[in-house]
Structures are given as structure tokens and as C-alpha cells.
């Protein structure tokens, strides 16, 4: 895994990647369930992060991006599935997510 800031992506990924990740601190979900807000949009921060990964795999071609979507993966333990391709899974196509 690579650590964002060495990722060799344009300085408005790096940025993207930077907003996301505080985004992310903004969920408390390192806390205990009883201190954290009571509401965080994981579906929109997921979408996002999809975007993100599909971007990443257009400047990076070459490379193996593998996606780990978070709203999936809630849904999946609420739901008792444990399928992880459900929610990890690898970008093989360059193209734009908006």
C-alpha cells in the first residue's frame, strides 16, 4: 500500500486524497460506536472514494488499484455477508466516476 503523499498522481488527486482523508477523521469511526456523530454519510464518502481509485487508475495505469468501499462493507455486516468482494475489490478500467 502506498502512502498518499508518495503516490505519483497529479497535485489535484493529491488534493482530492487530502479532503478525503480529513473527511474521513470527521467520522470518529477509531472511537468507541457510543462517541462517535451520529451520522456520517458512508455512501457519499464511498462514492468518492471510488471516484478516487478510478482516478488514481487512469493516471496510474500500470498499476494495481484494489478499492475498499466502506458502505458496502457495513452493509455487509449488518447484513451478515461476508462476501469481501463485495466491498474490496481491484479497478481494472480507467475511467472517470463523477
Request: proline share 6%.
Amino acid at each position: 500500500m502506498a502512502e498518499p503523499e508518495e503516490l505519483p498522481v497529479s497535485s489535484q488527486l493529491h488534493s482530492r486524497i487530502d479532503t478525503r482523508c480529513w473527511w474521513y477523521e470527521q467520522s470518529k469511526d477509531y472511537l468507541p460506536p457510543e462517541e462517535r456523530p451520529a451520522f456520517f454519510d458512508w455512501d457519499a464518502f464511498s462514492q468518492e472514494g471510488l471516484s478516487i481509485a478510478c482516478a488514481i487508475k487512469m493516471e496510474l495505469p500500470d498499476w494495481t488499484v484494489v478499492y475498499f468501499d466502506m458502505g458496502a462493507y457495513l452493509r455487509s455486516v449488518k447484513n451478515e455477508d461476508s462476501s469481501r468482494e463485495t466491498y474490496e475489490y481491484e479497478v481494472e478500467q480507467a475511467y472517470r466516476v463523477d
